[in-house]
């Protein structure tokens, strides 16, 4: 038995409404601060998390992003403060699959199937140690993996995202 157009073609809505919750990286920061004075960082607030390992590892992705641009971590006294937070929420979506001509009218059956999912949100922020004001965010949110090495990828990939363009311009050259 060939599945019905209007099955096909649900079932891409299905998939494409998935797809389109994956991975959205968004990223924000005070157009006034001169990044270039923060030579170092420390974090201050950890993202809790009910999975064992997944702390160290955003902490280590988000880490070594700022390492890699040349900024160094340190335990207290930096003029770059972190606090990262790490938010789930199960969705749902339904799909709807026709027999026969498509539309049940012609003694065919259809059936609805709920799948249901999670969404994990991660927000980075960084603070300006000393004014306690934020000055840059990243926010990422993706259709979370069951399995725990593709979220430990998925969330690599999207703090790569986040510091992509990080230092940002600043409007002020010099501070």
């Known amino acids: 038995m060939q599945p019905s157009r209007i099955s096909v073609v649900l079932g891409i809505l299905f998939l494409t409404s998935i797809v389109a919750l994956a991975d959205k990286v968004t990223t924000d920061w005070d157009h006034r601060v001169n990044f270039s004075k923060y030579k170092t960082f420390m974090w201050i607030d950890k993202p809790q998390t009910d999975e064992p390992f997944m702390k160290d590892r955003i902490m280590a992705a988000v880490t070594g992003q700022l390492s890699f641009r040349g900024l160094r971590q340190v335990s207290s006294g930096a003029p770059l403060a972190i606090g990262a937070i790490l938010a789930t929420e199960q969705k749902h979506t339904w799909a709807t699959y026709y027999s026969g001509s498509g539309w049940g009218w012609d003694g065919g059956w259809s059936t609805t199937q709920e799948k249901t999912y999670e969404v994990g949100t991660l927000t980075v922020d960084l603070f300006d140690a000393k004014s306690k004001k934020l000055v840059w965010q990243g926010v990422s949110v993706d259709t979370l993996s069951r399995k725990p090495e593709h979220r430990t990828r998925d969330y690599y990939e999207s ?17």
């Open 159 to 175: 703090i790569e995202k986040m510091f992509k363009h990080f230092p940002p311009y600043s409007l002020r050259e010099t501070d």
